[in-house]
């Protein structure tokens, strides 16, 4: 599984609320990655890092930011919490040197 | 940016039978092509994946194939069985983007006894 952990596991906030997601990696990799995955949209990417400080924006990254401040640590961050935000958030590693992405185990997260 | 469309979104066929699922792309620009499996409650997972200088890859009973000119490359599993029912996704990407993935909606595969 790429040493790649996500915490909370699971969340339920209410709307309004600020939450911070975290992806934890064990092993130094340059790139990381945050999607949502949403019934009929696959997975779509909010943003990205390739290397501390270092982030981009995806395809739906309105509402969120992202900060890494450490290379095995890529933080996700809904300022102000809306249901529209109620997903499953997987955070994803890129082996340094080939396009290959491996997952974490997701945060299911619900917005009240 | 890309556009990735997958094809069909549910998919059921006999076990033993084959299936074929479909993916076109829109960015003439990508150059790597991955297939995930995705069980219930699971994450994705990386099944295969071909490249632009690749028609075809085999592993096993599964296979993909790639025709860069019309722009679609597709998954094909043979001799399937229960354990292959899952939701699969394809993707693109171009070495300009960071390796930037950009996914289809995904097939739901079930696999009849």
């Known amino acids: 599984d790429a040493g790649i952990t996500q915490s909370p596991r699971h969340k339920v906030t209410e709307t309004g609320t600020p939450v911070t997601l975290r992806c934890h990696q064990t092993e130094n990799h340059r790139y990381m990655y945050w999607y949502r995955q949403d019934p009929g949209h696959g997975l779509r990417l909010i943003h990205y890092?390739?290397?501390?400080?270092?982030?981009d924006k995806g395809e739906v990254s309105d509402g969120y930011s992202v900060s890494r401040s450490k290379t095995e640590d890529f933080l996700l961050t809904l300022e102000s919490a809306t249901s529209s935000q109620t997903s499953v958030y997987f955070c994803?590693?890129?082996?340094?040197?080939?396009?290959?992405?491996?997952f974490g185990p997701g945060t299911r997260l619900t917005v009240t | 940016g890309e556009n990735v469309e997958q094809h069909p979104s549910t998919l059921s066929v006999q076990e033993g039978d084959s299936a074929v699922i479909k993916c076109t792309y829109s960015d003439s620009a990508s150059n790597y092509f991955p297939w995930y499996k995705q069980e219930l409650g699971k994450r994705p997972q990386l099944i295969i994946d071909?490249?632009?200088?690749?028609g075809e890859k085999k592993d096993q009973r599964i296979a993909v194939t790639l025709n860069k000119t019309a722009k679609h490359f597709s998954l094909h599993i043979t001799e399937t069985q229960p354990e292959d029912s899952a939701v699969y996704f394809c993707?693109?990407?171009?070495?300009?983007?960071?390796?930037?993935?950009?996914f289809g909606s995904g097939t739901q595969l079930t696999v009849l006894p």
């Open positions: 071909i490249r632009s200088n690749v």
């Open positions: 890092s390739y290397g501390v400080k270092d982030t």
């Open positions: 993707a693109a990407t171009n070495s300009g983007s960071a390796r930037q993935l950009t």
């Open positions: 994803a590693i890129s082996v340094d040197g080939i396009y290959e992405q491996y």
